[in-house]
């Protein structure tokens, strides 16, 4: 194979189009990004809407015709999926098409990259759009889903810096801010941020649903048991994987978690008001601290 | 003292005029309530802004005078003032005073009104409107914070029925609808509805509060996070009370969340793809379920 125009002249591939592929292909098309995009899904069903809703301009349901020529390949399968999918890109890509991904765990995307592109490694972008919704699959696709949110890149040592300013220019192009994280650091932070909350509102759902008298825990639930569980509507294949790709963080931030829970219960069980009060006031202060900033970007 | 007006044509006192009081005050006001609403607190200030703010008519800074007259006491204070308040009620009302509270657990409040009043146990209606903010304070007043939410009342075998339907009504003018559950039922359910969840957002947001990268946690958490944590800014003082108030309820519902999270935590480290995913499909469905009954109220 060969292809002499520019990686950003050749088309960008979204392989796996739910919810984070079909809203990078909508914010882009959004954005008034020119170039040719292709999406590749298992489903057909997937792929008929992705094309009907216009979240991409072609779709191939063979991986191999989907990325001939490409310039750039995003994945945003679940991640399990991930290095099937690169073994068979290792053999139908461009020498300098540029793979970049969307998953929320980066180790795990990098083992695999080193696995089967271990002699072009200057081409792999890891990524990780920080946004998500409860909903998932092409139909939650939404234009607007990256606008003002963070993206966290993790090049290798090896990546070629244009590839990276190249995915980053694409992200921008969404509306999203940006940024470089070490690869553990990214995976050991998104673990206590992101995993850990979505991890405990499963387990707190699930475990109130087998509960016999589940129906009247349910009927007086309001506001504050909604947005607490809210995450748990997210899609489990997506969070299955999560918790097998980045597995030792997430141990790590449960284990956390259960030992604050149990000072918590110890100070509950020994009427320790003023703790309780200092607790509770702390962590009031510290999530009201963290909103303001976000509610004022400056550093 | 002697009163000979009948109850519904006397002064509405709000004693406590926070979050809960401030918005039944001018949820009342709002649906065209006639009488002449009075509120006390301790804090000049609150005084102050409650009668700028419309929430009462009338503001007394001492709680005799306040409820000199009263037709209906409304207690809206944290839970462990309540038997206080209590007991200096016992010595100031009269004799057909109805006295109700928005109290988040029953037992206690229930516990303090056959202290104090022992022998008039019939115009005690104890309630709760289940309708929260994570803002407090007379100025989070809000006079649709009640509408379409569940107000629950828990009268006893010796409240007389035409006290419990007064307050009964008085909640159906703020838009609510009320219902009625026995008082041991009510703290067990919203044990695990509500107390529970603000617990475990309390105890995660503190727990990343003390860590030496807490900024790079905060730096990257989203919209997750954020709906996660929403309960954690929940004010310090009502929660307090109310861990000391609920305990065994809530010892119950930490240590099921324990057990939960350690059986996550367990399939987590075994790689049991499948249950993990079975775990998280469990949840979802079980939350979107609930949702769907939230939006279609047949029941």
Redesign the interface.
């Known amino acids: 194979m060969s292809e002499s125009r520019p990686v950003a002249d050749r088309p960008l591939v979204i392989v796996g189009v739910g919810l984070i592929g079909a809203s990078l292909g909508l914010a882009l098309k959004a954005a008034g990004y020119e170039g040719e995009v292709v999406g590749y899904s298992r489903s057909s069903e997937t792929l008929s809407t992705a094309k009907s809703r216009g979240v991409v301009d072609r779709v191939e349901a063979e991986l191999a015709e989907a990325v001939r020529g490409a310039g750039v390949v995003v994945l945003t399968t679940p991640m399990?999926a991930m290095p099937g999918i690169l073994e068979t890109l290792s053999q139908h890509l461009e020498r300098d098409t540029i793979v970049t991904d969307g998953g929320s765990v980066k180790a795990s995307f990098v083992e695999a990259a080193r696995t089967f592109f271990s002699d072009s490694l200057d081409r792999i972008v890891p990524g990780h759009p920080?946004?998500?919704r409860e909903h998932s699959g092409v139909d939650a696709g939404d234009a607007t889903l990256y606008r003002d949110?963070?993206v966290?890149l993790t090049p290798l040592t090896e990546t070629d810096p244009a590839a990276t300013a190249h995915v980053r220019s694409l992200w921008q192009r969404c509306g999203s801010e940006v940024v470089e994280l070490d690869v553990a650091?990214h995976d050991?932070?998104?673990a206590?941020?992101?995993h850990?909350?979505?991890?405990?509102?499963?387990?707190?759902?699930?475990?109130?649903?087998s509960?016999p008298?589940?129906a009247?825990?349910?009927?007086?639930?309001?506001?504050?048991?909604?947005?607490?569980?809210?995450?748990?509507?997210?899609?489990?294949?997506m969070?299955?994987d999560i918790?097998?790709c980045n597995?030792d963080a997430?141990?790590s931030e449960?284990?956390?978690?259960?030992d604050?829970?149990?000072?918590?219960?110890k100070?509950?069980?020994e009427?320790d008001?003023d703790a309780?009060?200092a607790?509770?006031?702390?962590?009031?202060d510290?999530?009201?601290a963290?909103?303001s900033?976000l509610e004022d970007p400056t550093p």
Chains 1, 2 share one sequence.
């Open positions: 399990r920080v946004a998500g949110h963070r966290i650091t050991a932070v998104l206590a941020s992101s850990l909350p979505h991890y405990a509102a499963f387990g707190l759902v699930d475990m109130f649903a509960r008298e589940k009247g825990i349910f009927r007086f639930a309001a506001g504050g048991f909604r947005d607490f569980t809210r995450v748990a509507s997210s899609d489990p294949v969070w299955r918790a097998l597995t997430i141990l449960l284990d956390a978690y259960v604050a829970l149990t000072r918590l219960r100070l509950v069980a009427q008001a309780l009060e607790l509770f006031t702390n962590a009031r510290t999530r009201n963290w909103l900033e």
